[in-house]
């Protein structure tokens, strides 16, 4: 298994890019995500803000990763959202790639740091997490790629057309 995200908030490099991974751990870090969620789903893909930024976002079950680049800017984001009844699942959230890096194994990395943290801090009692997530339409292929199963129909979410994902992390 990988080295999952610190908890102590400090950047581990994932890849030879010179991209890390980290926890947010406080605030100026949550501000980074929402900064970067703003740009990509408010300004991008009109979002309204009040739908966007949630109370799941300062919930104690809720961990947030960014990935910054070599310079140290954020050009990545998502949350995990878990809940202590269902041990071994959890989903996967606000994942928001900034467009400049789209398309070049950002988000891929994004993926793989939260599924890490998944893995070490919420795998159920055979070792394994189901990993959840709503993917926009227009983003299937990417998680896909990551190894999701789309599943269901198309619905709504912030006028945005969307599909269930799943994923099993850490089976063989």
Sequence with gaps: MRPAVPADGSR?????RGHTAERVVDRA?????WALRTRVFVVEQQVPLE???DALDTAATTTHVLVRDASGAVVATGRLLTDP??????????VAVDGTTRGTGVGALLMRALEDLALAEHAGPDGTVRSELSA???????YERVGYVVDGPVYLDAGI?????TKVLGAS
């Design 12 to 16: 581990v490099p994932v890849s030879p």
């Design 51 to 53: 739908e966007e930024i």
């Design 29 to 33: 870090g949550l501000e980074e995500a």
């Design 85 to 94: 009844a269902h041990v071994g699942e959890v989903h996967v959230g606000r």
């Design 161 to 165: 057309e969307h599909r269930d994902a």
């Design 136 to 142: 926009q339409v227009q983003a299937i292929g990417f």
